[in-house]
């Protein structure tokens, strides 16, 4: 059964509320993460709990419990120059910038105009409600190696390297 430090492999599907796929794992391919780590989105996190090998379910997340709502202060407009002349700038093309201390958050290029840059801090999927439908392919007891490390390792609970 599914609870915190129990490591989970899933197939499933990501749908936005227009029916688009945004993302998937198929079953042969599954997306295995450490329940309780905070490694997927705090709404799935949740709606997974109890569940079992064998179980399907389709979950519906709020902004609030998937990537957050847009916050309009991430989205700025920078100078051209702030970037290495010498790289190619282009809607679409993310990059890492430091916030101050030790903290660095992603940004996406928007738009390129008039020597100013449009990027967008917020992650893409920010302000959306996402449809998740799950199958759970595997369910096991976390190693103490996966539990210090935070994060699941390989089928077995090794590294895998």
């Known amino acids: 059964?599914?609870?915190?430090?129990?490591?989970?492999?899933?197939?499933?599907n990501l749908?936005?509320?227009?029916?688009?796929?945004?993302?998937n794992a198929d079953v042969s391919k599954?997306?295995?993460?450490?329940?309780?780590?905070?490694?997927?989105?705090?709404?799935?996190?949740?709606?997974?709990e109890g569940l079992v090998v064998g179980d399907k379910?389709?979950?519906?997340?709020?902004?609030?419990?998937?990537?957050?709502?847009?916050?309009?202060?991430?989205?700025l407009k920078v100078e051209r120059k702030l970037f290495p002349a010498d790289s190619e700038i282009k809607p679409g093309m993310q990059f890492k910038a430091n916030t101050g201390g030790d903290s660095e958050q992603m940004f996406t290029v928007m738009d390129?105009?008039?020597?100013?840059?449009?990027?967008?801090?917020?992650?893409?999927?920010?302000?959306?409600?996402?449809?998740?439908n799950v199958e759970i392919i595997s369910v096991r007891k976390a190693t103490e190696d996966e539990l210090a490390h935070g994060h699941?390792?390989?089928p077995d609970g090794s590294h895998g390297h």
């Not at 059964?1 to 499933?12: L, N, P």
């Not at 599954?30 to 997974?48: D, H, K």
């Not at 419990?65 to 309009?72: F, H, I, K, Q, S």
């Open 152 to 154: 699941a390792h390989g």
């Open 30 to 48: 599954p997306l295995t993460y450490l329940q309780g780590a905070g490694q997927i989105v705090p709404g799935l996190e949740s709606a997974l």
């Open 57 to 75: 379910k389709d979950v519906t997340i709020s902004p609030k419990e998937g990537y957050g709502e847009v916050n309009p202060e991430l989205r």
């Open 15 to 23: 749908k936005n509320s227009q029916g688009m796929e945004l993302g």
């Open 112 to 132: 390129i105009e008039d020597g100013q840059v449009k990027i967008d801090g917020n992650h893409p999927l920010a302000g959306q409600t996402l449809h998740f």
């Open 1 to 12: 059964m599914i609870r915190k430090d129990t490591v989970v492999s899933m197939g499933y």
